[in-house]
């Protein structure tokens, strides 16, 4: 079993619509989750930081962890074409601690 | 805003020759790490630096690797003798490391190709 899943996607939208993204993982020791931004062939943009479980917002970025089912979520809102790119989820046990990265999910909105 | 920088941006090599990959992290971090990615694969850790030690090393990170903080700005990564497969993108991260705030902020990477 794979530490951390992610579907690859690619995940096609309209512009505006709500988009889901969501990773699971197997290690309950996980405290921190982290979703990042990756444009093509540039470096992870840090995007949403959660500490434990709950939910978190900036903007149109929602960011919910579940840690009773090893899930953790990304939503956006109001999709914009400039969102077109693969997102990352990352989770570390403690801080100093290394990530452990998903695939990522490669994202279009369409105009 | 603060940002990781790293240079080169590309650097091409021949099999065998020793590469160093430059960071400056940003200036009120304690933590730094070293990532790789080879192309359409995951972000994988190499390395994780703390007070001027390793803190912690992945299987990837073998005798072939090292990491120094050669002054109070600089973090580096060197190969010493490169293999077909260390061509991957090569990314410098730092993380505040206090309490909890476990954010760790990525550079722009360097990519590197070994012929």
């Known amino acids: 079993q794979k530490e951390v899943e992610q579907d690859p996607g690619p995940l096609s939208v309209p512009e505006g619509a709500i988009v889901s993204l969501n990773c699971t993982y197997s290690?309950?020791?996980?405290?921190?989750f982290m979703w990042y931004r990756q444009y093509s062939r540039k470096g992870p943009e840090l995007l949403m930081y959660t500490y434990s479980s709950g939910n978190k917002e900036d903007g149109r970025f929602t960011a919910q962890v579940d840690k009773s089912s090893k899930y953790i979520s990304l939503f956006i809102r109001d999709s914009q074409p400039s969102d077109s790119a693969t997102y990352l989820c990352?989770?570390?046990?403690?801080?100093?601690?290394?990530?452990?990265f998903g695939g990522g999910t490669r994202l279009m909105v369409k105009p | 805003e603060p940002e990781v920088t790293q240079t080169p941006s590309h650097q091409v090599t021949q099999m065998g020759q020793e590469v160093i990959l430059r960071c400056v992290p940003i200036?009120?971090?304690?933590?730094f790490y070293w990532y790789r990615q080879i192309l359409g694969q995951k972000v994988e850790f190499l390395v994780s630096f703390y007070n001027n030690e390793i803190s912690e090393k992945s299987e990837i990170f073998d005798d072939q690797f090292s990491v120094e903080r050669p002054d109070g700005s600089n973090f580096t990564l060197k190969i010493r003798s490169t293999k077909l497969e260390d061509s991957a993108m090569y990314f410098c991260?730092?993380?505040?490391?206090?309490?909890?705030?476990?954010?760790?902020?990525f550079g722009p990477g360097t990519r590197l190709l070994v012929l």
């Open positions: 290690n309950s020791a996980f405290q921190y």
């Open positions: 991260a730092s993380s505040p490391g206090q309490g909890h705030q476990e954010t760790q902020y």
């Open positions: 990352a989770l570390s046990l403690g801080a100093g601690n290394m990530l452990t």
């Open positions: 200036s009120n971090h304690l933590y």
